[in-house]
């Protein structure tokens, strides 16, 4: 099956082209819904986007944001570091076919196993979150001659506008080094003891990040801090790497504006720089294609329910985040409608949204830009398997990269004890 004829193109830098019926009805019959489908043309959009800077910064994509392992392989067939923040994240990408080499090691609280399976896998960086993890690497590392690099997760102390649960970056923040703590210097202090040879320092304000005034005070930040490293261990800093966070909506900076505000803000140039983004990298390259599974009038207004849920995509339960969704069948008269999961919660997934006045069992609908953090965070809650995601490739072919859960997979680690 190819996919190419089926599309509307829109601007592919700002989202995803749309499918039309007849196609997600084949995508329907062969893979079953709710489906999560990632179109590679706009993972490379993006990516070029990224790229086009004029000037070397490094770039990891943040695992967390979509870990398929074919989306993993993607990103490193690119030329991307990977950024993983688990043992997990890890092993998917190793068995990606990513070298360790290519992975950066992220966390707030890292297990000793951990840090000793990354560092005997050859992981190429660490970011250490605080000081107990720096004895914990000293520990493992003993007599292994290949110290990875070392870089400093850093709170600066900046808080973006943004929702609470993703803002990473602030005084009270439970990630990295405090700096309006004054831990840096300390931690900088310590690892230089332990023999670790920190040379980088690393800040990530939040996701969903609009607002370039904080990348701007999070950059200027690690500027004083860079210097209070310079002016007590002289050259040894050789790297800054100002995380991920772009966010994806209208209106969004460019990710060009993006890390400008950071790089012309940062004081010195003769650094190595980095970035990881990782929503703004698959989010929009991603949809969700639903059946409609039930329909009910209450107090006038149309509550639709589909066959997935909060178990496919809990950002609505857990950010209130918003999505565009586009019933598939086209109808001239249309009403508002508000879109349920079946789960036992509400679960209200998607509000006002304009549907066909006959909507009808069985009817498609297609969610709009969920290819970032919702295949990662699906579960199984109410005993749902989760969804299978194909991917559209350029040259037109449907993949299947993971297919739906079954209910044997869903049962092979539970024991009935006798
Ligand atoms: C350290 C780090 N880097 C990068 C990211 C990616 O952020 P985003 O998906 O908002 O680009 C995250 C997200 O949690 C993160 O914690």
């Given at each position: 099956?190819?996919?190419?004829?089926?599309?509307?193109?829109?601007?592919?830098?700002?989202?995803?082209?749309?499918?039309?019926?007849?196609?997600?009805?084949?995508?329907?019959?062969?893979?079953?819904?709710?489906?999560?489908?990632?179109?590679?043309?706009?993972?490379?959009?993006?990516?070029?986007?990224?790229?086009?800077?004029?000037?070397?910064?490094?770039?990891?994509?943040?695992?967390?944001?979509?870990?398929?392992?074919?989306?993993?392989?993607?990103?490193?067939?690119?030329?991307?570091?990977?950024?993983?923040?688990?043992?997990?994240?890890?092993?998917?990408?190793?068995?990606?076919?990513?070298?360790?080499?290519?992975?950066?090691?992220?966390?707030?609280?890292?297990?000793?196993?951990?840090?000793?399976?990354?560092?005997?896998?050859g992981i190429g960086e660490i970011i250490a979150d605080n000081m107990e993890e720096l004895e914990m690497i000293?520990?493992?590392?003993?007599?292994?001659?290949?110290?990875?690099?070392?870089?400093?997760?850093?709170?600066?102390?900046?808080?973006?506008?943004?929702?609470?649960?993703?803002?990473?970056?602030?005084?009270?923040?439970?990630?990295?080094?405090?700096?309006?703590?004054?831990?840096?210097?300390?931690?900088?202090?310590?690892?230089?003891?332990?023999?670790?040879?920190?040379?980088?320092?690393?800040?990530?304000?939040?996701?969903?990040?609009?607002?370039?005034?904080?990348?701007?005070?999070?950059?200027?930040?690690?500027?004083?801090?860079?210097?209070?490293?310079?002016?007590?261990?002289?050259?040894?800093?050789?790297?800054?790497?100002?995380?991920?966070?772009?966010?994806?909506?209208?209106?969004?900076?460019?990710?060009?504006?993006?890390?400008?505000?950071?790089?012309?803000?940062?004081?010195?140039?003769?650094?190595?720089?980095?970035?990881?983004?990782?929503?703004?990298?698959?989010?929009?390259?991603?949809?969700?294609?639903?059946?409609?599974?039930?329909?009910?009038?209450?107090?006038?207004?149309?509550?639709?329910?589909?066959?997935?849920?909060?178990?496919?995509?809990?950002?609505?339960?857990?950010?209130?985040?918003?999505?565009?969704?586009?019933?598939?069948?086209?109808?001239?008269?249309?009403?508002?409608?508000?879109?349920?999961?079946?789960?036992?919660?509400?679960?209200?997934?998607?509000?006002?949204?304009?549907?066909?006045?006959?909507?009808?069992?069985?009817?498609?609908?297609?969610?709009?830009?969920?290819?970032?953090?919702?295949?990662?965070?699906?579960?199984?809650?109410?005993?749902?398997?989760?969804?299978?995601?194909?991917?559209?490739?350029?040259?037109?072919?449907?993949?299947?990269?993971?297919?739906?859960?079954?209910?044997?997979?869903?049962f092979a680690r539970e024991i009935l004890p006798r």
């Amino acid at each position: 099956m190819t996919w190419l004829k089926s599309v509307t193109h829109t601007a592919m830098e700002k989202a995803a082209p749309s499918i039309d019926l007849e196609f997600a009805e084949k995508l329907r019959e062969q893979f079953g819904t709710p489906l999560y489908i990632l179109f590679e043309e706009v993972v490379a959009a993006k990516s070029s986007s990224w790229e086009a800077i004029n000037q070397p910064v490094h770039l990891s994509y943040a695992t967390k944001a979509n870990p398929t392992l074919e989306v993993l392989r993607w990103f490193a067939d690119r030329g991307w570091s990977l950024d993983v923040a688990s043992e997990g994240e890890l092993r998917a990408a190793l068995t990606a076919g990513v070298s360790a080499a290519d992975c950066r090691f992220h966390g707030n609280a890292k297990l000793q196993s951990e840090l000793e399976f990354a560092l005997g896998a050859g992981i190429g960086e660490i970011i250490a979150d605080n000081m107990e993890e720096l004895e914990m690497i000293a520990s493992c590392v003993g007599g292994q001659t290949a110290m990875p690099r070392l870089a400093l997760r850093v709170a600066p102390g900046v808080n973006p506008e943004t929702n609470a649960k993703i803002s990473t970056g602030g005084a009270a923040s439970k990630f990295g080094f405090s700096w309006p703590e004054g831990e840096v210097i300390p931690a900088w202090e310590l690892a230089t003891e332990l023999g670790l040879q920190p040379s980088g320092l690393h800040a990530h304000i939040g996701s969903q990040i609009i607002d370039l005034q904080a990348s701007k005070e999070s950059a200027e930040t690690l500027g004083q801090i860079a210097a209070e490293v310079e002016s007590r261990f002289p050259h040894a800093l050789k790297s800054v790497n100002f995380g991920g966070g772009l966010g994806v909506a209208n209106g969004v900076p460019s990710p060009k504006e993006y890390m400008l505000a950071s790089l012309e803000t940062f004081p010195r140039k003769d650094l190595e720089f980095g970035f990881e983004p990782g929503r703004s990298m698959v989010a929009d390259a991603g949809k969700t294609l639903y059946s409609v599974a039930a329909i009910k009038r209450r107090q006038g207004k149309l509550l639709v329910s589909v066959d997935g849920g909060l178990s496919d995509n809990p950002r609505p339960a857990l950010y209130g985040a918003k999505y565009d969704v586009e019933p598939l069948r086209k109808s001239a008269q249309t009403e508002s409608a508000d879109i349920f999961g079946r789960h036992c919660e509400t679960d209200l997934l998607f509000e006002d949204i304009q549907v066909p006045t006959d909507l009808e069992i069985g009817d498609l609908l297609l969610v709009h830009g969920t290819g970032a953090y919702n295949a990662t965070m699906a579960s199984n809650y109410n005993r749902f398997p989760r969804p299978a995601q194909v991917f559209l490739r350029s040259s037109g072919e449907v993949q299947l990269i993971q297919r739906r859960e079954t209910y044997q997979d869903m049962f092979a680690r539970e024991i009935l004890p006798r």
